[in-house]
């Protein structure tokens, strides 16, 4: 088994609690109303959404996959910090995938948001560059999108 690791940093306008909130507590109803074509529905199938609990993603009909479940290893709502790992899935080729998500406050008032991810592969599987690179992608799309719908609905979240 090996891990591959990569770094994303993005910046928001949006206020680093708020983001937060958004994309880790609100996430289950949001990401679905906000990107259907990715993200079809989130459920949990155990747990009370603390660390242990267990959700099962439903992609849309844009996505090359099916379902993933994900366990929540860590929530810190004081420190704004989340760890979450994809368990299971047709989008796993591979053992699993961690994330950890840090946001925290810009000199501007808006929001830094540090996302680590590791990759761990069975045996000597390797991911290419490409491979890596859409994850990556993903992920910042999914962000933008996010942050996008709270710009244009300050209200929320």
């Known amino acids: 088994m090996s891990v591959v690791s990569y770094e994303l940093i993005v910046t928001s306008p949006i206020p680093p609690a708020k983001l937060y909130k958004a994309f880790v507590l609100d996430s289950d109803i949001l990401l679905p109303m906000i990107v259907p074509q990715a993200i079809k529905s989130v459920e949990i199938l155990e747990g009370d959404g603390g660390p242990g609990t267990i959700k099962k993603v439903t992609f849309g009909e844009c996505s090359q996959f099916k379902y993933s479940k994900h366990k929540i290893e860590a929530i810190d709502k004081e420190s704004l910090k989340f760890s979450h790992s994809v368990i299971e899935g047709d989008i796993?080729?591979?053992?699993?995938?961690?994330?950890?998500?840090?946001?925290?406050?810009?000199?501007?008032?808006?929001?830094?948001?540090?996302?680590?991810?590791?990759?761990?592969?069975?045996?000597?599987?390797?991911?290419n560059k490409d491979q890596l690179k859409a994850g990556k992608y993903k992920a910042l799309g999914m962000f933008k999108a996010?942050?996008?719908?709270?710009?244009?609905?300050?209200?929320?979240?």
């Open 92 to 127: 796993l080729v591979i053992e699993k995938i961690t994330y950890d998500i840090k946001s925290e406050q810009s000199p501007d008032g808006g929001c830094i948001c540090k996302e680590s991810t590791n990759y761990y592969t069975f045996g000597d599987f390797e991911l």
């Open 146 to 157: 996010v942050e996008a719908y709270l710009l244009a609905n300050p209200d929320a979240c």
